[in-house]
């Protein structure tokens, strides 16, 4: 069994302030994934190094 590495955990002032550039509604910080979800545009946005990168081009579509 391996275990997957999480990624450091996103500080909650930074995520109290973020919102989806897209429909400018809440995220929801997957620690597991190191994505920030906004489940009304659809899109996981990744987390680098502990950035949020907020591009909707760096997205990845969720499944509907």
Do not use: N, Q
Not at 17 to 35: F, I, M, Q, S, W
């Amino acid at each position: 069994m391996t275990d997957k590495p999480t990624s450091p955990p996103l500080d909650p002032r930074l995520l109290s302030v973020l919102v989806c550039p897209v429909t400018k509604g809440p995220l929801v910080y997957d620690r597991e994934a190191g994505e920030l979800i906004s489940k009304r545009a659809g899109l996981a946005f990744p987390i680098r190094d502990g950035i949020p990168i907020m591009l909707p081009d760096e997205a990845r579509r969720l499944a509907p």
